[in-house]
Structure formats: C-alpha cells, structure tokens
C-alpha cells in the first residue's frame, strides 16, 4: 500500500461503514446475533492479588465546583506539583470516568458516568501511581464494578526511565502524581458491532479523557490527553498482551 492509499484508507475508519461498497454477509454476522455469550464486563483479577478499597462517590464531598468553572478552567496541564493525589481524589477520579451506575440484569452491559455505543464500555483503566496517598508506587488496574483497585505489579528503580521511553520522551508524563492509561479491550464492542466496532471506541477515549480533565479542575489537579507513546513499549509496561488488549490513551494527573 502506498502512502496515498493508506492516507484514504485510515480516513475510512473515521467514516460510517459504506454498506454498498462492502455488504454485510453472513460471516460477518456479530458474534450478539449468533448467539455468543456476551464479553465480561471487566478484566477478571486473580482473587489472590491484593486489591485496596476505594472511597465510595456518595462518602465524598469532592467535584461541586459549578460545570461552568469547570469547563471554563480547563487547559491541558504538564507542570506538576510534588505533593500527593488523596485517595479519596483519585476515587473521584476513577469514578468520573469509568464509574458504573448499573449492570443489565443479564449482566451484557452496564451504565456508567460515560457514554459508550451499546453500552459495551470496552476499555480497562490502569494506573501507574507514583504519589497517591496510601498507595505503595505500582502499576494498579481499576475494578469498575467493584470500585476497587487490584495491584498489577510494584514499580522498581528504573520505572521512571521506562515509562519516559514508553512515553517518547515526553519527561512531564512519569513527574505526574498518578498516570492515567486506557486500554481498550476490542472484542467487547466487537461483539456487537464488529467491523464497525472501532471509530466508536476511538470517539468514547475521549468522552473518558474529558470527564478527567474536568474532574481534575474541581479537585484542584490538571491532566493532559496523550497519544505520542510507543504502542509495544506502553503495553509491556502495563502488562497487557498488545491484541486482545492494547493502550489507547493515557492522562498524567498531578496537582497544580
Ligand atoms: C487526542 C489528543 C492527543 C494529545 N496528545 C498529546 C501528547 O501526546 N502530548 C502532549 O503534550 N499533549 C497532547 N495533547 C494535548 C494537546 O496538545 C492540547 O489539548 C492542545 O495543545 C490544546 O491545549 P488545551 O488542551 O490546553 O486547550 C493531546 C490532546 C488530544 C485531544
């Protein structure tokens, strides 16, 4: 393929699917119509893995900052303070963005405090926590639907160097509080809307990333989308395969 070709082509994925120029055929039926158990909502965690509770939404106070300061606060941050993200603003944080407010009674899909085509909600949210009150530094995954965090693995000495590779050099990322990273896991939209899946996981990154930014002003913080990182770098760092599951995005948070 040549420059042109794969210029018109990355286009396309922006575009709805043009039935005409390819029709739909039976093989390419989602897995929902021929009667395919639905995805799990959520990753599984290792029940022997440590996992730390969370501050429930209705036990804090945080985020009554006016949506109209919100909104007119925000601004993409890089110059991070020293001090520590609480808990309890993380808590928040996590809940502004992947929060759920209910699970179907088949368990196929839930509400939550973002959007998502079909609630299929197909992305996981790891946390790379560098200065989170009461967190011990480490790479942490977000259980949704628990509200809990389960620990992936315990950051070493050259964590730092790692990630600032990962992240292109981009040495603002690893000075971050806490690190935001967003991984989709493709198959859940998948199932429902197949070949089409895709454009819609790309736009719901964002509607993710922007309840951040405004969660991050209310609590006194700052974020910065980010899609400059090296995909097989970024994905080792946070142990997730590179197919069934790859990064999409990440936030650094940090004080301001
Ligand atoms: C999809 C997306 C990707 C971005 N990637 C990066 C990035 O890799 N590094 C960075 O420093 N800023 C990144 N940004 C932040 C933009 O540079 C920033 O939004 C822009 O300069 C406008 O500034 P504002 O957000 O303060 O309005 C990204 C923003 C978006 C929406």
């Given amino acids: 393929m040549n420059f042109r070709e ?34 799990l909502l959520e990753k599984t ?10 501050v429930k939404i209705d036990e804090t106070g945080l985020g009554t900052m006016s949506v109209r300061d919100a909104i007119g606060g925000r601004m993409s941050r ?16 996590l809940w502004v963005t992947q929060g759920v407010h209910s699970v179907s009674g088949d368990r196929a899909s839930t509400r939550r405090t973002v959007p998502s085509g079909g609630s299929r909600h197909p992305f996981e949210t790891y946390l790379i926590a560098n200065r989170v009150g009461g967190l011990e530094p480490g790479v ?12 992936v ?8 160097g ?12 690893s000075r971050a509080a806490v690190v935001f990273v967003w991984t989709a896991v493709p198959y859940r939209a998948e199932w429902r809307y ?41 994905d080792e760092f946070i142990g997730v395969d590179g197919d069934e599951e790859f990064t999409v995005y990440l936030a650094p948070v940090g004080k301001v």
């Fill in 162 to 173: 790692r990630l600032t590779e990962a992240v292109e050099g981009q040495a603002f990322i």
């Fill in 194 to 234: 197949n070949i089409i899946a895709h454009k819609d996981i790309a736009i719901e990154a964002g509607h993710v990333c922007q309840n951040l930014y405004l969660a991050c002003e209310a609590v006194g913080a700052g974020t910065c989308a980010v899609t400059s990182y090296h995909q097989r770098k970024m």
């Fill in 78 to 93: 890089r110059n991070f303070g020293d001090e520590h993200v609480s808990l309890e603003e993380l808590s928040f944080l």
């Fill in 140 to 151: 942490y995954r977000y259980l949704p639907l628990e509200h809990l965090l389960a620990r």
């Fill in 45 to 54: 965690h290792d029940p022997e893995v440590e996992t730390v509770e969370l």
């Fill in 6 to 39: 794969l210029l018109l082509n990355n286009r396309k994925f922006l575009k709805a699917h043009d039935w005409e120029e390819i029709p739909p055929s039976p093989e390419w039926e989602p897995d929902f119509r021929k009667g395919v158990a639905p995805p």
């Fill in 153 to 160: 693995e315990v950051l070493g000495d050259d964590a730092k």
